[in-house]
């Protein structure tokens, strides 16, 4: 009995080592503690990691890669193509993990020199928490990437017949009941109609969206780029008939913007718009955080 008590607190005492996080440090000096490790493998050159992280200055929370559209990732550089080159805690945290394991790193703010980004006035160190969640081979990543982009081309091709159709019809003026106007001069018809919140100015919202000319040229589109664009709205980030009709729209909004120049680029126009364009966009609000 006293021997079967003994084996168990034993094995109680192991199960609690392999649950205390220690601290050590990075091939570069950086302080890291493992929280989770796992007995897998770990990422080698030419592989690609894919992580969540946060980042904060000891106190507050001042990114956290949950929020965005797409989860971070880094193509693992060989030790030739890493010498030289600063060091990077995050890279060299990665570089201890398999899929599972949760690790803390601490960069020292004193490392930036002068350069303290705001938020971190006071702070000793940027302190990154990560989460390795998938490792895949140069092989993996290309299949898996062309599958998605192929996958894209046939939403992409949806929406320019759609786009293309309400284009028409609004030249047509067959639309004139179903447009909605601002005082600006924004007309946006909604294709369906989302269920979440209506951005504020500040918030950053996610989206993907197709751009046409008048004539039906297309200028630009988050399709073939296989990822959502990002933004604060309200900010002055984006063309004002943007800033305008993401705060005015529902999350999970789905519609054709119809733009006129002055909320757009102008007289000016850029490498792509010409001057005085009025632009179309269809657009999808897919998250606000």
Excluded at 46 to 52: D, K, L, M, N, S
Excluded at 107 to 128: H, K, M, T
Excluded at 184 to 195: D, H, K, M, N, R
Excluded at 236 to 262: C, R, S
Aim: one cysteine or more; glycine letters at 8%; hydrophobic letters at 40%.
């Amino acid at each position: 009995m006293i021997r079967s008590i003994l084996f168990a607190a034993a094995i109680l005492l192991v199960a609690a080592a392999c649950n205390t996080s220690s601290e050590e440090v990075t091939s570069s000096g950086f302080k890291y503690i493992h929280h989770i490790k796992n007995e897998g493998a770990k990422p080698q050159a030419g592989e690609y990691a894919y992580f969540h992280v946060t980042m904060d200055n000891g106190d507050s929370l001042l990114f956290d890669s949950h929020t965005q559209p797409d989860m971070p990732l880094v193509l693992i550089p060989s030790q030739e193509e890493m010498m030289g080159q600063k060091p990077s805690p995050v890279l060299e945290a990665l570089l201890l993990m398999s899929v599972g394991d949760s690790l803390t790193v601490y960069y020292p703010i004193d490392s930036l020199g002068q350069q303290r980004p705001a938020g971190f006035e006071n702070a000793e160190f940027v302190v990154y928490h990560l989460s390795m969640k998938e490792i895949k081979t140069a092989e993996k990543y290309q299949e898996d990437f062309a599958a998605k982009q192929a996958a894209n081309e046939l939403v992409l091709q949806g929406v320019r017949d759609q786009t293309s159709a309400i284009l028409a019809d609004f030249k047509a003026g067959k639309l004139a009941d179903q447009l909605q106007k601002t005082e600006s001069g924004l007309q946006y018809l909604v294709i369906e109609e989302g269920t979440g919140p209506v951005p504020t100015a500040g918030q950053n919202v996610s989206a993907n969206y197709y751009g046409i000319l008048p004539d039906g040229t297309e200028f630009d589109n988050s399709f073939s780029k296989g990822r959502e664009f990002s933004f604060a709205v309200g900010m002055g980030q984006v063309i004002p008939g943007w800033d305008e009709a993401f705060t005015t729209v529902k999350e999970g909004t789905k519609a054709v913007l119809f733009i006129p120049a002055n909320l757009a680029y102008g007289e000016q126009g850029n490498s792509v718009i010409p001057p005085n364009s009025d632009l179309i966009f269809y657009v999808e609000l897919n998250g606000v955080n």
